[in-house]
């Protein structure tokens, strides 16, 4: 029995010490498989003028951040006020006035804070549309202004007059076939110093009122947004024209060979 045990034992012994050899072997024996190479994510192209109007698209992004809004206007400015705050901005603007309140309070309360880091934007003109008349007496002041304002640094915007939601007697003659003539004119006759945002074909068949003519708070804050993005988007083409200007080569002038003076 004791024999049987031991031949046992000398068996087991045997298997436990050539167990490391069969592991090795089979180690060796297993093929040995690559792992696929990872393939290269395409890159989209972005040409040299894109990156380098989204850097600047940037920029004015980062330097609008710091900037001051003087808003002046009437009823409508005071609901926008109303519905998102004075925001850091400076605010003139009374319920029912038009273009003589503008031209002998609106603008001078304000005027001593338009500086080089103001945007200047004028939200006027509902309450005078029914006389067509008034533009050009709008347009030349503005204009005569802007030219001030803008050789202190600062940039100035006229806004479109935004629609009706529903024509309504409790304002006569007001109508979004007249607030479209109005800012037609208004358009055309703005000149070099003062930028045309157009917000009304915006929010055309979108605006949300209670009487016609006054917005509800959301509206409003649409409308304020879309001023804001009116601003960028003139700033960052305005920006990107002079940069891509100033990546032009210098065209070489010819020099035009002088004839010799003939000796007297």
């Excluded at 045990?5 to 093929?31: D, Q, S, T, W, Y």
């Excluded at 939601?165 to 110093?193: C, D, H, Q, R």
Aim: proline share 5%; with cysteine.
């Amino acid at each position: 029995m004791c024999k049987k045990i031991k031949g046992i034992m000398a068996l087991a012994l045997a298997f436990v010490c050539l167990m490391p050899r069969m592991i090795v072997n089979a180690e060796e024996a297993a093929p040995v498989t690559e792992a696929a190479p990872a393939e290269a994510v395409p890159t989209e192209y972005v040409s040299p003028e894109a990156q380098l109007y989204n850097q600047t698209a940037a920029e004015v992004s980062v330097a609008q951040a710091t900037r001051q809004l003087v808003l002046i206007g009437d009823s409508r400015t005071v609901g926008m006020k109303s519905a998102v705050g004075k925001n850091g901005n400076i605010w003139s603007a009374k319920i029912g006035m038009g273009y003589s309140w503008m031209k002998s309070t609106g603008v001078p309360q304000v005027e001593a804070n338009i500086n080089s880091n103001t945007d200047v934007v004028i939200l006027m003109g509902v309450n005078d549309v029914r006389s067509l008349s008034y533009t050009s007496k709008y347009t030349s002041y503005i204009n005569e202004k802007a030219a001030n304002w803008t050789a202190l640094g600062a940039s100035v915007y006229y806004v479109s007059v935004n629609p009706m939601a529903f024509e309504t007697s409790s304002y006569p003659g007001i109508t979004n076939s007249v607030i479209e003539s109005w800012n037609s004119k208004m358009k055309s006759g703005l000149g070099a110093n003062v930028t045309y945002i157009d917000t009304y074909s915006q929010v055309l068949g979108k605006v949300s009122s209670s009487d016609g003519i006054h917005y509800s708070r959301s509206t409003y804050k649409t409308i304020y947004s879309l001023i804001g993005q009116g601003i960028l988007a003139d700033k960052t083409e305005k920006a990107y024209a002079a940069a891509l200007a100033a990546t032009q080569p210098t065209p070489e002038v010819a020099v035009v060979p002088q004839e010799p003076l003939p000796a007297y």
